[in-house]
Protein backbone atom coordinates (compact mmCIF):
# COMPACT_ATOMS: atom_id res chain seq x y z
CA UNK A 1 0.00 0.00 0.00
CA UNK A 2 1.58 3.33 -0.89
CA UNK A 3 0.09 5.19 1.78
CA UNK A 4 3.09 3.22 3.92
CA UNK A 5 6.25 3.54 3.22
CA UNK A 6 9.21 1.69 4.56
CA UNK A 7 12.80 2.62 3.90
CA UNK A 8 15.37 0.75 3.08
CA UNK A 9 13.74 -1.45 1.32
CA UNK A 10 16.91 -4.07 1.57
CA UNK A 11 20.09 -3.69 4.09
CA UNK A 12 22.61 -6.36 4.43
CA UNK A 13 24.81 -5.24 7.81
CA UNK A 14 27.36 -7.27 9.83
CA UNK A 15 26.79 -8.09 13.46
CA UNK A 16 27.43 -5.62 16.33
CA UNK A 17 26.39 -2.57 14.14
CA UNK A 18 23.14 0.14 14.51
CA UNK A 19 20.63 -0.31 12.44
CA UNK A 20 17.01 1.83 11.83
CA UNK A 21 14.22 1.11 9.72
CA UNK A 22 11.86 3.88 8.80
CA UNK A 23 8.39 3.75 8.30
CA UNK A 24 6.58 6.99 7.22
CA UNK A 25 2.05 7.11 6.38
CA UNK A 26 0.03 9.16 4.81
CA UNK A 27 -2.81 7.53 5.85
CA UNK A 28 -3.60 10.04 9.13
CA UNK A 29 -3.48 6.95 11.42
CA UNK A 30 -2.80 6.91 14.77
CA UNK A 31 -1.86 3.42 15.72
CA UNK A 32 1.21 1.82 13.92
CA UNK A 33 3.15 -1.45 14.49
CA UNK A 34 6.34 -2.82 13.89
CA UNK A 35 6.38 -6.84 12.86
CA UNK A 36 9.06 -9.11 12.14
CA UNK A 37 8.24 -12.19 9.10
CA UNK A 38 10.36 -15.50 9.13
CA UNK A 39 9.84 -17.98 6.80
CA UNK A 40 7.10 -20.37 7.58
CA UNK A 41 6.18 -18.38 10.86
CA UNK A 42 3.52 -15.93 9.92
CA UNK A 43 4.00 -12.58 11.27
CA UNK A 44 5.26 -11.79 15.22
CA UNK A 45 4.49 -8.19 17.00
CA UNK A 46 7.86 -6.50 17.78
CA UNK A 47 6.40 -3.08 19.21
CA UNK A 48 3.31 -0.75 18.68
CA UNK A 49 2.16 2.80 19.42
CA UNK A 50 -1.61 4.06 19.85
CA UNK A 51 -0.37 7.71 19.83
CA UNK A 52 2.29 9.54 19.20
CA UNK A 53 3.19 9.49 23.80
CA UNK A 54 2.43 5.45 23.25
CA UNK A 55 4.53 3.27 23.52
CA UNK A 56 4.07 -0.92 23.99
CA UNK A 57 6.17 -3.91 23.87
CA UNK A 58 4.85 -6.95 21.81
CA UNK A 59 6.02 -10.47 21.78
CA UNK A 60 9.17 -10.45 20.86
CA UNK A 61 10.84 -7.08 21.50
CA UNK A 62 14.17 -7.85 23.38
CA UNK A 63 16.72 -6.47 20.99
CA UNK A 64 15.04 -3.94 19.41
CA UNK A 65 13.65 -0.45 20.14
CA UNK A 66 11.18 2.10 18.40
CA UNK A 67 10.64 5.83 18.54
CA UNK A 68 7.36 7.66 17.43
CA UNK A 69 8.91 10.81 15.83
CA UNK A 70 5.05 12.05 14.82
CA UNK A 71 2.02 10.68 14.04
CA UNK A 72 3.30 9.77 10.90
CA UNK A 73 6.57 8.48 11.31
CA UNK A 74 7.42 5.01 13.18
CA UNK A 75 11.30 3.88 13.14
CA UNK A 76 12.52 0.60 14.76
CA UNK A 77 16.05 0.39 15.67
CA UNK A 78 18.71 -2.75 16.01
CA UNK A 79 20.92 -1.81 18.54
CA UNK A 80 23.42 -3.89 18.00
CA UNK A 81 21.94 -6.38 14.97
CA UNK A 82 23.08 -10.39 15.45
CA UNK A 83 22.29 -12.89 12.41
CA UNK A 84 19.28 -14.25 13.97
CA UNK A 85 17.28 -10.59 13.65
CA UNK A 86 18.03 -11.38 9.92
CA UNK A 87 14.54 -11.29 8.54
CA UNK A 88 11.75 -9.41 6.67
CA UNK A 89 10.47 -6.51 8.62
CA UNK A 90 7.29 -4.54 8.19
CA UNK A 91 5.69 -1.62 9.44
CA UNK A 92 1.40 -1.24 9.42
CA UNK A 93 -1.16 1.35 10.87
CA UNK A 94 -4.57 0.84 11.90
CA UNK A 95 -7.01 4.32 11.98
CA UNK A 96 -8.13 3.18 15.80
CA UNK A 97 -11.77 2.69 15.68
CA UNK A 98 -14.16 0.49 13.98
CA UNK A 99 -12.93 -2.56 12.73
CA UNK A 100 -9.49 -1.11 13.22
CA UNK A 101 -7.97 -3.21 10.11
CA UNK A 102 -4.26 -2.59 9.52
CA UNK A 103 -2.76 -1.82 6.37
CA UNK A 104 0.58 -2.75 5.95
CA UNK A 105 4.42 -1.33 4.44
CA UNK A 106 5.92 -3.04 1.51
CA UNK A 107 8.87 -4.24 3.70
CA UNK A 108 12.86 -3.94 4.84
CA UNK A 109 14.13 -7.26 4.00
CA UNK A 110 17.74 -7.31 6.36
CA UNK A 111 20.15 -9.16 6.49
CA UNK A 112 22.76 -9.49 9.37
CA UNK A 113 25.97 -10.96 8.48
CA UNK B 1 23.49 -19.89 13.19
CA UNK B 2 21.32 -19.66 10.21
CA UNK B 3 17.65 -20.09 10.95
CA UNK B 4 15.11 -22.73 9.23
CA UNK B 5 12.39 -21.55 8.56
CA UNK B 6 9.06 -24.23 8.11
CA UNK B 7 7.56 -25.62 4.95
CA UNK B 8 4.08 -23.46 4.82
CA UNK B 9 0.88 -25.72 4.14
CA UNK B 10 0.45 -25.62 0.11
CA UNK B 11 -2.32 -25.85 -1.48
CA UNK B 12 -2.10 -26.06 -5.47
CA UNK B 13 -5.27 -25.21 -7.75
CA UNK B 14 -5.71 -25.47 -11.43
CA UNK B 15 -7.13 -22.23 -13.10
CA UNK B 16 -10.61 -21.71 -12.89
CA UNK B 17 -11.16 -24.11 -9.88
CA UNK B 18 -12.36 -23.16 -6.84
CA UNK B 19 -9.65 -22.58 -3.52
CA UNK B 20 -11.01 -23.54 0.26
CA UNK B 21 -8.22 -22.29 2.42
CA UNK B 22 -8.88 -23.08 6.43
CA UNK B 23 -7.60 -21.54 9.27
CA UNK B 24 -7.82 -22.95 13.22
CA UNK B 25 -8.04 -20.49 15.52
CA UNK B 26 -7.53 -20.91 19.12
CA UNK B 27 -9.01 -18.22 21.37
CA UNK B 28 -12.94 -18.53 22.03
CA UNK B 29 -12.98 -15.00 23.30
CA UNK B 30 -12.11 -13.76 19.71
CA UNK B 31 -14.46 -11.46 17.86
CA UNK B 32 -13.28 -10.38 14.74
CA UNK B 33 -11.53 -12.30 12.34
CA UNK B 34 -9.59 -11.22 8.83
CA UNK B 35 -8.17 -12.29 6.04
CA UNK B 36 -4.85 -11.05 4.89
CA UNK B 37 -3.12 -12.07 1.18
CA UNK B 38 0.65 -11.24 0.76
CA UNK B 39 1.80 -11.75 -2.82
CA UNK B 40 5.88 -12.28 -3.27
CA UNK B 41 8.15 -9.33 -2.56
CA UNK B 42 5.12 -6.91 -1.00
CA UNK B 43 3.51 -6.63 2.31
CA UNK B 44 -0.16 -8.14 3.36
CA UNK B 45 -3.24 -7.00 2.05
CA UNK B 46 -6.76 -6.65 3.21
CA UNK B 47 -9.04 -9.27 1.45
CA UNK B 48 -12.10 -9.33 4.03
CA UNK B 49 -13.07 -10.18 7.31
CA UNK B 50 -16.21 -11.31 9.41
CA UNK B 51 -17.26 -10.59 13.15
CA UNK B 52 -18.21 -13.34 15.29
CA UNK B 53 -21.94 -12.45 14.93
CA UNK B 54 -21.92 -13.86 11.62
CA UNK B 55 -21.16 -17.33 9.85
CA UNK B 56 -20.65 -16.08 6.05
CA UNK B 57 -19.46 -13.15 4.73
CA UNK B 58 -18.94 -12.34 0.88
CA UNK B 59 -16.73 -9.99 -1.32
CA UNK B 60 -15.88 -10.13 -4.87
CA UNK B 61 -14.79 -13.94 -5.90
CA UNK B 62 -14.11 -14.47 -2.22
CA UNK B 63 -16.20 -15.88 0.95
CA UNK B 64 -15.39 -15.85 4.57
CA UNK B 65 -16.86 -18.58 6.52
CA UNK B 66 -16.85 -19.19 10.48
CA UNK B 67 -17.46 -21.51 12.54
CA UNK B 68 -17.24 -21.01 15.91
CA UNK B 69 -18.10 -24.13 17.65
CA UNK B 70 -14.97 -25.95 16.03
CA UNK B 71 -13.01 -22.33 16.08
CA UNK B 72 -12.39 -22.67 12.87
CA UNK B 73 -12.55 -20.40 9.87
CA UNK B 74 -12.18 -20.44 5.45
CA UNK B 75 -11.53 -18.28 3.07
CA UNK B 76 -13.01 -19.73 -0.15
CA UNK B 77 -11.81 -17.87 -3.85
CA UNK B 78 -14.31 -18.26 -6.72
CA UNK B 79 -13.00 -19.18 -10.28
CA UNK B 80 -9.29 -19.26 -9.36
CA UNK B 81 -6.76 -16.91 -11.29
CA UNK B 82 -2.92 -16.58 -11.42
CA UNK B 83 -2.88 -13.19 -9.71
CA UNK B 84 -4.44 -15.19 -6.48
CA UNK B 85 -1.58 -16.92 -6.04
CA UNK B 86 0.10 -15.72 -2.65
CA UNK B 87 0.05 -16.63 0.89
CA UNK B 88 -2.78 -16.53 2.48
CA UNK B 89 -2.86 -15.51 6.72
CA UNK B 90 -5.76 -15.64 8.97
CA UNK B 91 -6.12 -13.31 11.83
CA UNK B 92 -8.03 -13.09 14.98
CA UNK B 93 -8.73 -10.16 17.47
CA UNK B 94 -10.36 -10.60 21.03
CA UNK B 95 -9.90 -8.73 23.84
CA UNK B 96 -6.47 -7.17 23.11
CA UNK B 97 -6.44 -4.74 20.01
CA UNK B 98 -3.40 -6.41 18.64
CA UNK B 99 -4.79 -9.29 16.06
CA UNK B 100 -2.79 -12.54 16.66
CA UNK B 101 -1.34 -13.93 13.08
CA UNK B 102 -1.55 -17.97 11.78
CA UNK B 103 1.81 -19.03 9.84
CA UNK B 104 -0.46 -18.74 6.59
CA UNK B 105 -1.07 -20.53 3.60
CA UNK B 106 0.44 -20.91 0.61
CA UNK B 107 -1.59 -20.79 -3.00
CA UNK B 108 -0.85 -22.32 -5.87
CA UNK B 109 -2.66 -21.73 -9.26
CA UNK B 110 -1.30 -23.40 -12.06
CA UNK B 111 -2.92 -22.29 -15.60
Known amino acids: DADVTQTPRNRITKTGKRIMLECSQT?????MYWYRQDPGLGLRLIYY???????NKGEISDGYSVSRQAQAKFSLSLESAIPNQTALYFC????????????FGPGTRLTVL | GESVGLHLPTLSVQEGDNSIINCAYS??????FIWYKQESGKGPQFIID?????DKRQGQRVTVLLNKTVKHLSLQIAATQPGDSAVYFCAEKGGSYIPTFGRGTSLIVHP
Open chain 1, 27 to 31: KGHDR
Open chain 1, 49 to 55: SFDVKDI
Open chain 2, 27 to 32: NSASDY
Open chain 1, 92 to 103: ATSEGYGTDTQY
Open chain 2, 50 to 54: IRSNM
